[in-house]
């Protein structure tokens, strides 16, 4: 079984999308552990059908390199961002992770990458899709 981390904050609604086209689209094969910088972020994606869920500095770090992948927006990768819920230790954990981390290039916190097309969060959400499927890690 393949366990993916996703990782949100503030009030968990883009996890909470996540988990929620995950558990519709990879119903059985897939165990989706829910990491929340808050308590209300990890509630959020509970409510959408993540397996287990575990919230703050230390249960991001010690579940990070205990997942093949990690899903979230790109700002988990960067200390502070999220109105500072991200710690430079959460964001250095994701980041040395083995764990194939698949961000969505949501342009929260004023870094843009240049050659990624903006998109609306549900057509990011298919792209993930397709590429958890394409990567044949389900």
Known sequence: MIRIAVVDGQGGGIGALIVKRIKEEFPESIEIVALGTNAAATSSMMKSRANKGATGENAIVWNSSRVDIIIGPMSITFADAMLGEVT???ASAIISSPARKILLPLNQEGVEIIGVNREPLPHLIE????RIREDGHV
């Open 127 to 130: 792209s993930m899709i397709t």
């Open 88 to 90: 430079a230790k959460m």
